[in-house]
């Protein structure tokens, strides 16, 4: 990518807001010093830069090379290639860092070059198949370029989390929800999926759950087909719905919109629970009627959201 291009990577946010409930997303494209090509959301991307002196530190863990000051702010440098397995050898950093901005944190990744951003609808993005997920579950879905070239997705929640360690779950008061109540969960990530059922778990809810936005909707129909079919209303038994917002094949978007227009799901609370946090992510949220948004991953944040609806 020519850096001069960098000023319009993340121009027209406002464009790019309105493609909620489009089952679009829009991906930048990178190397990492093979013939691989990995793809990461642009909401989740700040800037394309190249790498300035990185500030080694003691104790850094694995894939962090050192450290940055960002316009005051100072930032861990993250090597992709380490984490999947093609490190330099010689040690190199990388001329190009993509910094991005999701969960709460700022991080800068280094790559070997980027590319361009492509628009893709997300009924193209698939779930790797067992085999395709090594690296350690790294790669949390996959789609096609019009030239039959694979983009691998990165996993970059599992990869923070590898760097600075999974939060332990506070203490979560249980809600003593009634006994025939559930709630219904869905993210592709399977990091967010751990730390979602270690708070459920506290909360004291039943659940059910999916990887992705079309495995939900299909489930959720199956549920309320099967509470309909006893003649009995949903709401009295599915208290409240989470969901992620980026999922292969249906994205929350959708899958939100398409609860909201259903009228089997009416009076169902639904939660957002996205490391995409800002206020254009927000405002896309609302726009097909989510009730409630949580930024990932704070569980005392997530635990006090849902338990006032697990008792509605």
């Known amino acids: 990518m020519n850096f001069s291009a960098n000023e319009s990577l993340m121009e027209n946010i406002d464009a790019r807001t309105k493609l909620a409930g489009s089952n679009k997303m829009e991906i930048l494209l990178f190397t990492l010093g093979t013939k691989e090509t990995f793809g990461i959301n642009v909401f989740k991307v700040r800037e394309v830069s190249q790498t300035p002196k990185i500030t080694k530190t003691p104790n850094m863990p694995f894939g962090v090379e050192g450290v940055i000051s960002l316009r005051g702010n100072i930032i861990p440098v993250i090597s992709l290639a380490k984490f999947m397995g093609n490190g330099d050898p010689e040690g190199k950093f990388s001329d190009t860092m993509i910094v991005t901005e999701f969960s709460k944190h700022t991080q800068a990744f280094l790559v070997a070059d980027v590319d361009r951003i492509i628009r893709v609808d997300w009924d193209k993005v698939r779930a790797p198949e067992i085999m395709l997920a090594g690296n350690q579950g790294l790669i949390t879905a996959l789609t096609e370029l019009p030239d039959g070239k694979l983009v691998s997705i990165l996993d970059v929640e599992q990869i923070l989390a590898s760097v600075i360690g999974e939060k332990a779950v506070p203490d979560i008061q249980s809600v003593q929800p009634a006994q025939e109540t559930f709630m219904f969960f869905v993210d592709d990530s399977a990091i967010a999926r751990k730390e979602i059922v270690s708070v459920l778990d506290k909360l004291g809810v039943k659940y059910y759950q999916a990887n992705n936005g079309k495995e939900a909707w299909d489930k959720l129909q199956n549920i309320a087909n099967r509470v309909l079919q006893d003649g009995e209303a949903l709401r009295d038994y599915l ?74």
């Not at 009076?267 to 009627?289: D, E, Q, T």
């Open 239 to 312: 208290k409240v719905i989470l969901v992620d917002a980026e999922m292969p094949e249906m994205d929350g978007y959708v899958l939100t919109k398409y609860i909201k227009s259903d009228t089997r799901f009416r009076g169902i609370p639904v939660v957002m629970h996205s490391s995409l946090s800002s206020a254009a992510n927000r405002a896309m949220g609302s726009s097909v009627g989510v009730d409630a948004y949580v930024a990932k991953f704070d569980p005392i944040v997530l635990a006090d959201t849902l338990g006032p609806l697990l008792l509605g």
